[in-house]
């Protein structure tokens, strides 16, 4: 019963590199989003996806992209670090977008772009 | 558009005290409201929620009621413990457009101390 895996935990990045981000679930949930944490401005959503194929921005997209190959799988690229990426990364899902049981989160991606 | 207003922290608290942490939502509609907790170096968890005006919410000693006519969605707890202490987050589900999303208040530290 993993509930949403993230990996990795921690990641230190130069300016301009790229990564991505692992977020997978295996709970069957339609609904996947990520956020970003930072001091002071609670979580805010970068990309969401309501089903496999379909992915839209949120409130905080510029530097980041998505796809949904797949129901489990809902990766977020980083394509050229800068340091204003430097937060911690949440993936959440949901059996759909109203989520009126709530969003299972993952526990976290740690960034930090030097 | 919909937002969520949270009071500012840090709070800090003497085991057994009473805790109540604000909570006001801006949104069109009837959203469904939420309390998430955060642990230290841990993700976010569902507390509580609300999807209609006047429900209470409740788990783990914690209550909070959906009070649409105050747009309030106020947490409270009679007796706290120091197992309390953690990030609070209010967030309200609400359509934006076709899809609902999640939108997040900033987030308060309760602090409590033995």
């Known amino acids: 019963n993993a509930g949403v895996t993230q990996t990795p935990k921690f990641q230190v990045l130069k300016t301009g590199q790229s990564m991505t981000l692992q977020c997978a679930q295996d709970?069957?949930?339609?609904?996947m989003s990520w956020y970003r944490q930072d001091p002071g401005m609670g979580l805010r959503l970068i990309h969401y996806?309501?089903?496999?194929?379909?992915?839209d921005q949120g409130e905080v997209p510029n530097g980041y992209n998505v796809s949904r190959s797949t129901t489990e799988d809902f990766p977020l690229r980083l394509l050229s670090a800068a340091p204003s990426q430097t937060s911690v990364y949440f993936c959440?899902?949901?059996?759909?977008?109203?989520?009126?049981?709530?969003?299972?989160f993952g526990s976290g991606t740690r960034l930090t772009v030097v | 558009g919909n937002s969520v207003t949270q009071m500012e922290g840090p709070v800090t608290l003497s085991e057994e005290a009473f805790l109540t942490i604000n909570c006001t939502y801006t949104?069109?509609?009837?959203?469904?409201l939420f309390w998430y907790v955060q642990y230290p170096g841990e993700g976010l968890q569902l507390l509580l929620k609300?999807?209609?005006?006047?429900d209470k919410g409740s788990n783990k000693g914690f209550e909070a009621t959906y009070r649409k006519e105050t747009t309030s969605f106020h947490l409270e707890k009679g007796s706290v413990q120091v197992s309390d202490s953690a990030v609070y987050f209010c967030?309200?589900?609400?359509?934006?457009?076709?899809?609902?999303?999640?939108?997040f208040g900033k987030g308060t530290l309760l602090t409590v101390n033995p």
């Open positions: 967030a309200l589900s609400h359509s934006g457009g076709s899809n609902y999303k999640l939108t």
């Open positions: 709970m069957n949930h339609e609904y």
């Open positions: 959440a899902s949901s059996y759909d977008d109203r989520a009126k049981k709530g969003y299972t």
């Open positions: 609300a999807t209609k005006a006047d």
């Open positions: 949104a069109t509609g009837y959203p469904s």
């Open positions: 996806s309501v089903g496999a194929g379909i992915t």
